[in-house]
């Protein structure tokens, strides 16, 4: 009998349009699971089972009257707790925010994904206001790697990565503003698409930082990520980065292999500060591609400081009132963060931003010589839940400010990147970065689709 | 500044603020002592999809 909490979404997908299974039938084994193990994960923090029955039963009624299915038809899925659901407070990850109003409206991904027969089965932990890469909580507790259950997800998104890879929905949607996308993709062993900046809206989510946040989706498997991509995709005047042309969907070049594609490896910045699991992973994965052409972004530890400060700013400015009316309600860690942010001087920011063209404007200009790079996502495999610093190149760090280092220069230029896991030589999940050119997710998907039909690259559900 | 601000910084509070404000200075040089024009433009509102020259 088959566990539909361990298929990838598109197997559901088509199960359920065979007749093999039905739609009520994968949305009861998903609730189940969540109720066997949530409590240890941490990763749900609303469970929405009646809008979730409600739907999956419309499904198998539109199946049962001969209709066609849509491509996503019963697949179940959740948003982290930033993401508007309608009837629920919005809470962002705070203990703030859970007093607000419940939300009248869905996010426009939702409704997108729901119009294309995904099924919502809540919303998601995650680390307050999105400031964060551990997925701790101080007001939920941690979400927990279902690989190893002592050890962190990552974060912000933390409870996306735990019910993903935990069997506890086939496609999450995460926000990622430095890597909170691609961080818990790497440790808990999953893909991650952080699309390009603007490609999808972020209407009717609640910012971070509005010059760097995205949206996306985690899954078990490349052509779930595209699917998902392709619902979602698409202009939204709510949205005033959104971009405003309709894109080409990226389905049918995901299986188009790798002819023609030009692969490359960062080296410099993205070679230093990590761990032999980080860099063995990016070369298990350049050598299966032939890739040997190194690939220099010219002061990428800029571009992060860079990062740093704007987010430091931007989240201060944005909760500058919540902290002066509710600053006893802040997990302390961030609160701390978002008073300095508070208290940075102007110039720092704008210099920031014209850095930020510079940057830029150098980095594009690799993309005349290669159609994509690899790079680590994380320095290392999944620290313990409570772990504060870890060791990379002889230096002691933190671990919080740290997991984003190799994803925080990329996301600063807002280029797609897919997230393609491994397994390290410790056992553990660990993920490698493949970043293509703005609007070039096909390129990004088409390259991890390669790795994983070649086997080099795999996600399965962690039962740690 | 945190008074300016009429932000509740308590005294408890003051060193980690303070470290977090340390690493942000510490970091800032790094762009700041980057050369640009005067002209440099920042972004406002960043499109990936048309940079600006």
Redesign the interface.
């Known amino acids: 009998m088959t566990d539909w909490t361990r298929q990838p979404a598109h197997a559901i997908a088509q199960a359920i349009r065979s007749g093999a299974t039905s739609a009520s039938a994968v949305t009861e084994a998903h609730l189940a699971a969540i109720a066997a193990r949530n409590a240890d994960l941490g990763a749900y923090t609303d469970i929405t089972a009646a809008r979730a029955r409600a739907k999956a039963a419309a499904i198998d009624a539109s199946r049962a009257r001969g209709e066609a299915l849509p491509a996503l038809a019963g697949v179940p899925f959740a948003v982290k707790n930033l993401f508007d659901v309608a009837g629920l407070a919005t809470r962002a990850g705070s203990k703030i925010n859970r007093n607000h109003p419940p939300a009248t409206a869905d996010s426009p991904l939702i409704t997108k994904l729901e119009a294309a027969g995904a099924v919502l089965l809540g919303a998601l932990n995650m680390g307050e206001y999105a400031y964060d890469f551990t997925g701790r909580n101080a007001h939920d507790g941690p979400s927990r790697n279902p690989h190893d259950r002592a050890r962190m997800t990552g974060g912000s998104s933390g409870g996306s990565g735990a019910a993903a890879a935990g069997g506890l929905a086939a496609i999450t949607l995460g926000s990622d503003t430095n890597g909170s996308i691609r961080v818990p993709a790497s440790l808990c062993g999953l893909f991650g698409l952080k699309p390009t900046y603007g490609s999808l809206s972020r209407a009717r989510s609640f910012p971070f930082v509005a010059s760097l946040d995205h949206l996306g989706p985690l899954a078990r498997s490349v052509l779930d990520l595209a699917l998902a991509f392709d619902a979602m995709s698409g202009p939204d005047a709510d949205d005033p980065v959104c971009r405003k042309d309709q894109p080409t969907p990226v389905l049918p070049q995901v299986a188009k292999g790798l002819s023609g594609l030009r692969v490359g490896v960062a080296d410099g910045y993205f070679r230093r500060m990590g761990t032999p699991e980080a860099f063995e992973a990016v070369d298990r994965v350049a050598r299966h591609l032939g890739a040997t052409r190194p690939v220099t972004l010219a002061e990428a530890h800029r571009a992060r400081a860079a990062a740093f400060i704007i987010t430091m700013i931007e989240g201060g400015a944005l909760h500058i009132d919540r902290l002066r009316t509710n600053a006893g309600d802040f997990d302390l860690e961030v609160r701390d963060r978002l008073f300095a942010g508070a208290m940075l001087p102007g110039q720092l920011y704008v210099q920031a931003q014209k850095f930020r063209r510079w940057f830029q404007r150098e980095t594009l200009k690799l993309f005349e010589d290669v159609d994509a790079f690899l790079a680590p996502a994380t320095p290392s495999t999944a620290p313990l839940v409570d772990q504060v610093t870890f060791n990379l190149d002889g230096q002691e760090l933190p671990v919080r400010a740290n997991l984003g280092i190799f994803t925080q220069p990329i996301s600063f230029i807002g280029l797609p990147v897919v997230a393609v896991p491994l397994r390290a030589t410790n056992g553990l999940p660990i993920g490698v970065q493949v970043i293509a050119a703005p609007g070039r997710e096909d390129v990004a998907l088409r390259i991890a689709a390669s790795l994983e039909a070649d086997g080099i690259t795999h996600s399965s559900v962690g039962r740690g | ?2 008074k300016a ?5 308590e005294q408890a ?1 003051r060193d ?2 303070a ?3 340390a ?2 200075f510490r ?2 040089p ?3 002592e ?1 050369p ?1 024009h005067d002209e ?10 048309e ?3």
């Not at chain 2, 601000?5 to 910084?9: I, K």
């Open positions: 500044m945190a601000l009429n932000l509740p910084l509070n980690e603020v470290k977090n404000l690493l942000a970091l800032a790094l762009f700041l980057f640009l440099a433009e920042p972004a406002p509102v960043f499109d990936a999809f940079p600006q020259p």
